[in-house]
């Protein structure tokens, strides 16, 4: 049995990530580090801190409460030094308000598997399930599976929503488990994939490939986030498209515009570097939904 796992969040009822009513699991830790990561809570293997600003009522419990005097309050509220903080939680646990919140809560596989069958009624009345997101799961494989192998046995729809930056002895560990894959796809090129996301991209396309051998092309929504002069380019548009011409069985790709994330790097005491960058405008998603349809797969936008 596997240990613990560390989950930033759980998202109950859910309609956005896979079919039905779902509850999503966010898991802690990712090889990435994308520089307009949507969930950057997420990122970072250890639990993290968050503060919002607008909750805060400069009541000072948490600074007398923190042990290594990483708190201190300003004119403007809490100012945070992160290189002190050891995140032992007694800030958050004192906050009357909220506005401090720890991100990452261990959890054996008994107790997040009991998290999940509470919304048991749900997935039964809209055909929906558990979609397993982060951060990247397959950052905690043995966890991961584990739970997977608890739904299984338990009659319950499972999403693994992955970058597949991973092993490949791992993606074959937990693919049997797994009912629909949700898999995000950024650079058709190396060397962009490793400038702006910190990682190497061969893992991700031969853990797609594999899947697609395996028969699994049919179970697989291709994920794109469209990041305005990043990952939109057409060079990068065309090295997508050629390399999911050459898949088999691949049906369906949704396109995701990038939204303003730069707050939450704020809360979390990180510098946010794309500053210049803008949500794409509708007529370019509408102009890259004609490109990707040539493909013959369905093409979805999300808002």
């Known amino acids: 049995m596997a240990g613990k796992g560390l989950i930033t969040d759980i998202k109950r009822y859910a309609i956005h990530d896979g079919p039905g009513i779902r509850t999503t699991v966010f898991f802690k830790g990712c090889p990435l580090n994308c520089l307009w990561c949507h ?4 990122i970072s293997p250890g639990k ?7 909750k805060c009522i400069a009541c000072g419990l948490c600074v007398k409460i923190c042990p290594e005097g990483a708190l201190k309050l300003t004119g403007k509220g809490i100012d945070i030094d ?4 050891t995140y032992c939680e007694k800030c958050s646990e004192v906050c009357p308000t909220g506005a ?3 991100k990452g809560r261990f959890y054996s596989v008994p107790d997040l598997l009991e998290e999940i069958e509470k919304d048991l009624l749900y997935y039964d009345s809209s055909e ?4 397993f997101s982060g951060g990247e799961p397959l950052f905690q494989p043995e966890f991961l599976r584990e739970v997977l192998k608890g739904c299984r046995e ?5 999403v693994l929503d992955t970058a597949g930056c991973a092993p490949r ?3 074959a560990s937990v693919m049997e488990y797994v009912d629909l894959f949700y898999y995000d796809l950024k650079f058709a090129d190396p060397a962009e994939q490793e400038r702006f996301t910190g990682s190497n991209s061969d893992l991700v396309l031969k853990n797609l490939e594999m899947l697609c051998q395996e028969g699994r092309g049919k179970d697989i929504v291709i994920r794109f986030a469209v990041i305005p002069g990043i990952t939109d380019t057409e060079k990068n548009v065309k090295g997508l498209m050629e390399i999911l011409s050459s898949m088999e069985g691949l049906g369906e790709i949704h396109l995701l515009p990038y939204h303003d994330v730069r707050e939450k790097f704020r809360r979390l005491g990180r510098e946010f570097l794309l500053t210049e960058l803008e949500v794409p405008a ?7 939904q004609n490109k990707f349809s040539a493909l013959d797969l369905k093409v979805k936008t999300n808002t």
């Open 282 to 288: 509708r007529v370019r998603m509408e102009y890259l």
């Open 39 to 42: 969930n950057p809570e997420c």
């Open 169 to 171: 002895e791992v993606m």
């Open 100 to 102: 401090l919140e720890i």
């Open 154 to 158: 338990g009659k319950i729809h499972t």
């Open 128 to 131: 929906g399930g558990v979609t």
């Open 48 to 54: 993290d801190l968050m503060y919002f600003e607008y």
């Open 82 to 85: 992160y290189q002190l903080c």
